[in-house]
Each structure stands twice: as structure tokens, then as C-alpha cells.
């Protein structure tokens, strides 16, 4: 099926400048800590996005094995909130409560 782009959710367009801004008055975090954001190495890139891909299965394979009967009940998909698991497994930590 085609998709055209007056289909498609847009992209948000989020200024990282004000979000950095905000993250330090808001949050609290120091100019240190968010200045570690400023540049996503291309590995982390790809990192997040092989567990995106593999959130993404993981939901198909679900519907499917809903569909054939073999989970009961009623079931919800996140399908296109794949980055909150990416990037939470990029995040948490051993010993975070």
C-alpha cells in the first residue's frame, strides 16, 4: 500500500537548544550533564535501534499469536512506541530504584 507523506504523523520539531535550556532549570541537571548529549555516537544510534526492531517483533509476534487464539483475553500493542523501550534500556541502570 502507498503511503504518502499527508498520511504520515509529522516529525516533531524539537529545538535540542531549549530542551537543553529546560532540562537544566526544570531538571536540575548541570551544564556537565547535559553536555554529554550533545553528540549521539553512531554505535548508540544503531544500539536503539536494534531494540526498536526487536520491540517491533516482539509486538508482531504477539498479535499474531493473539489472532491464532493462543493468548486469551484482551490484549493492547504499543506498535510505534518503540523508542520508550530503547531508550529505557539505554538508561536504567543496575541499582536504580
Known amino acids: 500500500r502507498e503511503v504518502s507523506d499527508e498520511q504520515m504523523r509529522p516529525r516533531p520539531n524539537i529545538d535540542w537548544q531549549n530542551l537543553r535550556a529546560r532540562l537544566e532549570v526544570e531538571f536540575g541537571f548541570s551544564e556537565e550533564e547535559v553536555a554529554k548529549y550533545d553528540e549521539v555516537a553512531k554505535e548508540d544510534l544503531l544500539k536503539a535501534y536494534e531494540m526498536m526492531q526487536l520491540c517491533r ?41
Open 57 to 97: 517483533q516482539f509486538e508482531n509476534a504477539c498479535n499474531q499469536a493473539y489472532m491464532q487464539g493462543n493468548i486469551r483475553g484482551f490484549m493492547h500493542l504499543d506498535n510505534g512506541q518503540e523508542t520508550i523501550p530503547a531508550v529505557i534500556a539505554d538508561t536504567i541502570k543496575p541499582g536504580d530504584k
